[in-house]
Structures are given as C-alpha cells and as structure tokens.
C-alpha cells in the first residue's frame, strides 16, 4: 500500500490485500485477540473505528480456532429493512417481542450455517434444496426475513404453532447431525456485524438487536463447546441504550463481554507495528530499528520505532513542549481509525517536504490540527441518526472555556433548546449528548506544576459519563477548532483513562 501505516478501515485494507495480505498485516498482540475467542464470550462493544471488522476477520486466521469455518456477516445494511417490518408484527410487550426475535435469530442463525456448509455434506444440502445460493450472508438473511414478511403480511389462519413449526424446519433439524459432527473436526465461527448508526427511538429496531444478544447468549452457552461459535459486534454508540431500554436483565443477557477500548501503549504498539511492516517493505528502516524489536514491551517500541521517526517531543500550537506520541493521540478518541487517519496526514506532510521516512515538528502539528477537524465532523456526523440536528446542538457549547464547572453545562443546555425535535430537549439529555460523542469529559486530576489535566471521558469507560454540578469538566482537545474553544490555561487536557504504569507512553 502507499500510506505507510496502512488504511483507515478494514473494509478497503481487505478489498485491497486480500485476506493472506491482511493477516500480514494485522497486529497479533492487542489484548482483545484472546479475549474474543473465548469460548465464553458472544458479545463484543466497540465504537466507530474501534476495530470491530478487524478482529472478526482475525477469527478466520488466527492461532485459536485451526482450519476454521468462518460465517461472516458483515452488511447489516442489507436486511436492516425486513428485520424492522419482522420486529414490528405482533410486537405485544416488550420482554415478549423480544423473545419471540430470540427464537427467529435462532432459527436465521441455524439457516445461516446450513447454507455456508451445504457443500460440505449431503444431509446439510438437503436442508438447503430449492435455495438459490445468495452473492453474500446479508443477502441471505434478508431473503429468509422477507419470507416471514410476507407470512406476517398476510396470516389468514397462521397461529403461534404455526411459526414454531416455522422456526424448527425439519430439514435443518436433519442437517444438524452432521453440522455438529464436522465441527468437533473444524470450528465453526458466526461472526455477525451490526450497523454503527441506528434510531434509537425505533423501538423495533431495538428489540430485534435485543433479541439477537438473548440468542448469543444462549446459543454460546449451548454449542460453543463442542465448536460452534457465535459472536455479535454491537455499535458502541448504541450498546448503553440498549442494556437501559432492551436487555433488563443484563446479568443474564450480557456476560463476559469485550469492549474494544484502547489503552495507549496497545495503540503504540498498534501503530508501530504498521509502519514497521511499511518501512521494512521498502527497505527504509533506520538502524535503530533494525534487529529484534519486542512487540510486547512498549517501552521498547517507542525507543526503536516512534522516536527515531517522530522524534521525542514537540512544541504545540500554545508554545507547550510535550512528547510526540502524547500529543498526536490525546487528539483522537484512542481509536485505531483516528490514529491511522492522524500518521498517515504526519506522513504525507513529511513526504512533501522531503523528509520521509522522518517527521519535523511542524509536520507533525500541520498535520494533527488538519486531522482533528475531520475527526471531530466524523464523530458528530456518526451521531446524527441517534441525534438529528446535532451538528446545531453541539454549537452551544461554541467559545466555551477548555475547562469549566458543570453547572455550566445546564446554561449551555438551555441555548440548544430549539435545536431538540418534538420536546426531547431537556439539561440531562444535552449532558448525555455531549458525554456521549466525547465532547465533554470529567477531570479526574490535575497537576498545575507539570501542566496537565487527566479527564474521563465516556468513550473510554464501559459505563455511562455522569456529570454533576459540582464536577470540573473539560473539553476534548479534538473538538478546540470545532467549538472555538478558549484556551485560556498553560495546561494540557490528557484525556487517557490510565495509571501512568508507563509514563514513557503517556509522556508524563
């Protein structure tokens, strides 16, 4: 490829190297690769450009599951329509929609792996007879859901017993012998993606994503064991709404699940590892670089593949001296897409000036005050769906201070009161829009002699941000040009949740 530390999403990396290239590729030492393929584990949360795509591919060539069989659906997009008009027919009360979606999921799931294995058996081919074979599993999945439309559509004498029987084919009862007995030889793993942006007042929609939670749960419990696998990649923009509206029972619903947030030292590491593969391709390591390099140790990566490179610190735009790496990543919400997309924009600049494979300081801040614009317009815009109109809602918060007391933001909810549709507006909901996106965080420490400020922001947390009055809050340093932000203190916002167990990293 010819950006140096690779694509911004998984999705074009693949169309582009294919699966063999992209295994290359792919950074073996994160610390969610282990815990996604435990046998326990269904469920796994991770924002826009948390790596969600990446780590389903990982399933396919990692060292766990060994000639495995991956079923990978990846275009909810496809069957997003029919599985809303599914969710809405005879809806009754919640707890129920949502177990009769269960039992469809269950049903879709089974089909699903019938048809990825058809060939593999003649027992799961009969199961299959009269299907013509779909150009993807979305596809698929959509074709089955719009069948049960058109029952729902027009029921004429369909009742409950008809749908179980529905739902419990005879033909893929058959077939699941023979399912079983080829995956105690080769593991079987549904990897089912769903959509980053949704409605959330679409309570339909909600159930179903409910529905298909309750079905992984149960369906890991019974067959992961014996080789089939199944797990679900939820939106985390979406995920706390669902476990407060959907998943009442969460003990239940949501066990041992992954989320997909970031420490700084795995993104270090991530980072490296790209352009190390990049530098190494086209012979332009320097000789700091060159030998063994351990992946696992970050103090080691930043010695012999950041620095060399970035250099050890740079001067921000406020004439604040700050290490390269703790400056280029408190400007993204520690997501590999954002890091990607911030050293790519590093590198171009460099590549310009005729300084590649290494960095100056003005490249490095060109670069990092372009990048964050784009970033913060991707974060609002990953939100409208959620928020319509929050582009007009974030602009309260404009010429704000960087950092300011959380009474403050009850004055600037009132100002995006017309913003709001149908009355939706109120202070707790503007406090949960601007925790949400990771506008505002709240300050954990201080430390005015050093010149820092460590903020918690919801982005980095497996819960809900919750802002009192009497908090000090800040505003996330990506949003500064976005929102106009006064910078009226010699301080930087850190917005890491971290113990410095590695201050090299952290820069502090």
């Known amino acids: 490829m010819k950006e140096p530390f690779g694509l911004a999403d998984c999705e074009s990396e693949l169309r582009k ?37 990446a780590l389903s591919q990982y399933f396919s060539f990692g060292e766990t599951f060994k000639n495995p069989i991956l079923i990978d659906v990846d275009q909810p997009a496809l069957y997003q329509r029919s599985l809303t008009e599914v969710a809405a027919f005879g809806a009754g009360p919640r707890d129920l929609a949502i177990h009769r979606l269960q039992r469809i999921w269950y049903y879709l799931v089974w089909s699903l792996i019938a048809e990825r294995m058809r060939h593999l058996s003649p027992e799961i081919e009969r199961a299959c007879e009269g299907q013509t074979q779909p150009r993807s599993l979305s596809e698929f999945i959509g074709r089955k859901l719009e ?84 797990k679900v990649f939820m939106s985390g923009e979406v995920f706390p709404h669902l476990k407060e509206v959907g998943l009442q029972n969460t003990l239940k619903d949501v066990k041992h699940p992954v989320y997909l947030l970031w420490r700084p030292r795995d993104l270090l590491r991530l980072i490296c590892w790209r352009f190390y593969r990049y530098l190494k391709a086209n012979n332009q390591l320097d000789e700091a670089s060159k030998g063994e390099i351990d992946w696992t140790n970050p103090g080691v990566v930043m010695q012999k593949m950041w620095r060399p490179y970035f250099g050890s610190y740079v001067t921000n735009g406020r004439g604040l001296r700050e290490q390269t790496f703790t400056y280029v990543l408190r400007h993204t919400q520690l997501r590999p897409r954002q890091l990607i997309l911030v050293c790519n924009a590093i590198a171009q600049n460099a590549i310009e000036e005729g300084r590649f494979p290494h960095a100056s300081e003005t490249d490095i801040r060109v670069a990092v005050r372009h990048a964050e614009g784009e970033l913060a317009a991707e974060i609002i815009n990953s939100f409208t769906t959620i928020y319509p109109k929050v582009e007009e809602i974030v602009n309260a918060l404009l010429n704000i201070p960087m950092v300011f007391s959380g009474n403050e933001l009850d004055r600037r909810a ?54 009192t009055e009497q908090d000090q809050c800040v505003i996330h340093p990506m949003f500064y040009s976005r929102l106009n932000v006064r910078i009226d203190r010699d301080t930087r916002i850190m917005p890491f949740s971290t113990s410095r167990e590695h201050p090299e990293v952290v820069g502090l």
Request: glycine share 8%; charged share 25%.
């Open 17 to 53: 190297l294919r699966q063999e290239g992209y295994s290359a590729l792919y950074f073996g030492e994160t610390p969610f690769n282990q815990a996604a393929v435990e046998e326990e584990t269904y469920l796994i949360v991770g924002r826009r450009g948390s790596g969600k795509t």
């Open 147 to 230: 069948s049960l439309v058109a029952i729902f559509k027009d029921p004429g004498d369909f009742t409950e017993a008809d749908l179980n029987s529905l739902l419990t084919e005879q033909s893929l009862e058959r077939a699941r012998p023979a399912i079983l007995s080829i995956a105690r030889e080769r593991p079987v793993i549904i990897a089912i993606d769903t959509l980053e942006r949704y409605d959330r007042s679409d309570e339909h929609l909600m159930n179903a994503l409910a529905g298909l939670i309750r079905c992984a749960a149960e369906f890991n419990g019974l067959y992961a064991e014996i080789g089939i696998h199944l």
């Open 414 to 467: 009132y100002q995006s009161k017309r913003a709001w549709p149908g009355g939706s507006y109120s202070p707790a909901a503007f406090h949960q829009l601007v925790a949400e996106l990771g506008v505002v965080g709240r300050v954990t420490r201080s430390n005015d002699e050093h010149g820092y400020i460590d903020a918690d922001f919801e982005y980095s947390l497996m819960d809900r941000l919750r802002v």
